[in-house]
């Protein structure tokens, strides 16, 4: 059983900053991809940013060069460093894992923690 728990959400200004954490924890193997997630009200849940293991980290067009991913595999955490916000960032934002390969593949989500950028 894997669990996630994501923090660092809240208030802030537009311009302003946060960083949301979500650290994993249970039984696993290895965690392959881990990323964040974020639904608006009245919109779809949409990709905000992933990074699989080894590869490269894909960003939604709308927080590149202003959002960050980074993660602490020995850790296991994951880690959005979010810069210079907007109104439309405001969303709830979830954290993911997943493990694609054997033994014991599973995929994840977190609670969510809410963002809200005032204008």
């Known amino acids: 059983q894997v669990q996630l728990v994501e923090s660092g959400g809240g208030l802030v200004q537009a311009g302003g900053s946060l960083r949301l954490s979500c650290a994993a924890s249970g039984s696993f193997f290895s965690i392959n991809a881990m990323g964040w997630y974020r639904q608006a009200p009245g919109k779809q849940r949409e990709l905000v940013a992933t990074?699989?293991?080894?590869?490269?980290?894909n960003y939604a067009d709308s927080v590149k060069g202003r959002f960050t991913l980074s993660r602490d595999n020995a850790r296991n955490m994951v880690y959005l460093q979010m810069n210079s916000l907007k109104p439309d960032d405001t969303a709830v934002y979830y954290c993911?894992?997943?493990?694609?390969?054997?033994?014991?593949?599973?995929?994840?989500w977190g609670q969510g923690t809410l963002v809200t950028v005032s204008s």
């Open positions: 990074n699989t293991c080894g590869g490269r980290t």
């Open positions: 993911n894992a997943a493990r694609t390969s054997l033994p014991r593949p599973f995929d994840v």
